[in-house]
């Protein structure tokens, strides 16, 4: 059975402290997906990146970089430099490769950065 | 539109009583996906559409619960007879057919049922 999971319920930090987000999956299939998601109060689910099962590579994107294992089913986020507009749930999920692309998602963690 | 559109945004229903919850995809996004998040919870998958196919149902909860999509395009879910666990937002989300580059989820529908 597949299984995501965010083990972090809540996390606070200082501005400008670094932070990383714990994503620890579980599948027997050996092409998915995976990804993270951002939910800022207003409610809206922000995609923030993909990442194909045979790509391993890590990806940096401005703050954000992304750090996918395979040997240990890990697909953690960090963000350096956080600032109080990083303040948000964030959702790992892992698509189902079936066709439908339905996804598994954690169960979040929530990011408070304090001023 | 240039987003996926949910309404109402608040639903406050009596228990018992039937409610209908709308989205919007984006225009020429043929797949289309319901979602649960309840208090504390991720999210959970309840429906997929893909075009004209049959949509897959296999996470509705219960029968008390359906969607439809109409002309590949607007999705109605229907949560009959409503009880107090069913109080979650109801998120939808749209996807362009072509690949999963991620899906674009609407703000959602935040059920009270008292």
């Known amino acids: 059975a597949q299984k995501v999971t965010q083990a972090q319920t809540e996390i606070s930090v200082v501005e400008k402290e670094d932070v990383t987000l714990d994503c620890v999956y579980e599948?027997?299939?050996?092409?998915?997906?995976l990804f993270w998601y951002k939910q800022p109060p207003s409610g809206e689910l922000v995609f923030l990146i993909r990442?194909?099962?045979?790509?391993?590579q890590n990806e940096i994107s401005g703050r954000y970089s992304w750090n996918f294992q395979k040997s240990t089913s890990s697909f953690n986020f960090t963000i350096t430099a956080s600032q109080v507009v990083d303040s948000a749930v964030y959702f790992c999920a892992l698509s189902d490769p079936s066709g439908t692309y339905k996804y598994i998602f954690g169960t979040g963690t929530r990011l408070k950065v304090l001023a | 539109g240039a987003g996926v559109s949910q309404s109402p945004s608040n639903k406050v229903t009596e228990k018992g009583k039937d409610v209908e919850l709308r989205c919007d995809p984006i225009s020429g996004h043929t797949a289309l996906y319901w979602y649960r998040q309840s208090l504390g919870q991720g999210l959970e998958f309840l429906i997929y559409f893909q075009g004209n196919s049959a949509p897959d149902k296999s996470g509705l909860p219960s029968d008390r619960f359906s969607a439809e999509r109409t002309g590949g395009s607007v999705s109605t879910l229907t949560i009959q007879r409503t009880q107090q666990e069913d109080s979650a937002v109801y998120l939808c989300?749209?996807?362009?057919?072509?690949?999963?580059?991620?899906?674009?989820f609407g703000s959602g529908t935040r059920l009270t049922v008292v």
């Open positions: 989300a749209s996807r362009s057919g072509t690949d999963d580059y991620g899906y674009t």
């Open positions: 990442r194909n099962s045979f790509d391993e």
């Open positions: 599948t027997r299939d050996t092409t998915y997906y």
